[in-house]
């Protein structure tokens, strides 16, 4: 059974920074392309970033610039360098894998997320 189990979450001011990380367990082929969507409070899910086994990138595009996505592809982790947080930056975050899935939205897999609140 694949779980994914997310860290990293927390309170950080604006402007600050934290790294998200995201372990899959449960299967030895790649769970690749993975990535990231959030939701804040009364609002639907966002895309956030997405990496596929080749390592290219997608951003929405409010986080480009300021988020970084890489992973490991051997070990079915990613993680995302999240650097001059704002306070729509705040919600629960939550890791996915897509194989062979077409969107994020249909994504098979996902953890049960870890909390970013922005706030000074």
């Known amino acids: 059974q694949v779980q994914l189990v997310e860290s990293g979450g927390g309170l950080v001011q604006p402007g600050g920074s934290l790294t998200l990380s995201c372990a899959a367990s449960?299967?030895?082929?790649?769970?690749?392309?993975m990535g990231w969507w959030r939701q804040a409070p009364g609002e639907s899910r966002e895309f956030v970033a997405e990496i596929t086994i080749s390592q290219s990138t997608s951003y929405e595009r409010s986080v480009k610039g300021r988020f970084t996505i890489s992973g490991d592809i051997a070990k079915n982790t990613v993680y995302l360098q999240m650097n001059n947080l704002r306070s729509d930056d705040t919600g629960a975050y939550f890791c996915?894998?897509?194989?062979?899935?077409?969107?994020?939205?249909?994504?098979?897999?996902w953890g049960q997320g870890t909390q970013v609140t922005v706030s000074s």
């Open positions: 996915y894998a897509r194989p062979g899935d077409s969107a994020w939205t249909t994504a098979r897999y």
């Open positions: 449960g299967t030895s082929f790649s769970l690749y392309p």
